[in-house]
């Protein structure tokens, strides 16, 4: 599923390309995966493309929004004016007055696009890393408050924003904490470690352009893959040595996820 990383890179991607377009026209082939009214956005100039967590939020200037969640397998493709290349399971197209369009995918149809009238551009409660609100203050009280497994609170999505299962294993790694741990167990130490490591771990990924791994549908805007899979230090590594201490890389599904970790470095 796209995460923070992945959201982040279509959003400036699709920055580039889409600020300035005027919506001509949406093609809806599924249209239980479009909710609203596309005329509330037809005719409109993109203005911004902003994102909240996992959602993109493209804004217009008659003052309304489209939101889109790629949930587990959602795709943004960008074709050009005159590109005509088709794209496997595409549910809408946008045609921009330019020529370009915009392809939505999704081959399991959980992700959704929203037109919305008048959208309040309010960025939502839940603290989230790379916002003034993800302090090391703020997420020492979240954790301080929950019994939660640590891995399953940093993916609780009313809470912290934006990380999945892929940061959530490797972030908890790169902290040297386990996953089963109870989220309030953790002392000052490790709760200032963890935090970093979120902090380190999006940015590298970002700066990867986002993970692509076994199993994940995630493509940039022009459909080509991102590239941290290929510095994943325990997810999807079952069975690999560790990279610190050489010992196993073991797997255990923990709330219907797979869960990724060192058993000898995380404590
Ligand atoms: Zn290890």
Redesign the pocket.
Known sequence: MPELPEVETIRRQLEQKAVGEVINKIEILEPKMFIGDPKDVIGSRITGVGRAAKVLRIRLANGAALLAHFKLNGQFFWRAAGDNTPARFTRAIFYFESGARLLFNDSRKFGWIKAIADFKDDPGAAIEPFRPNFTLQNFSSILGKSRKPIKLLLMDQEKIGGIGNIYANESLFAARVSPFRPANSLDQKEVKKLFNSIVGVLKRAIDCRGSSGKDEWYRQLDGSPGCYQDHFLVYQRTGRE??????KIVRQTQAGRGTFF?P???K
Do not use: E
Request: charged letters at 0%.
């Open positions: 560790c990279s610190v201490c050489g010992a060192c000898q470095c995380q």
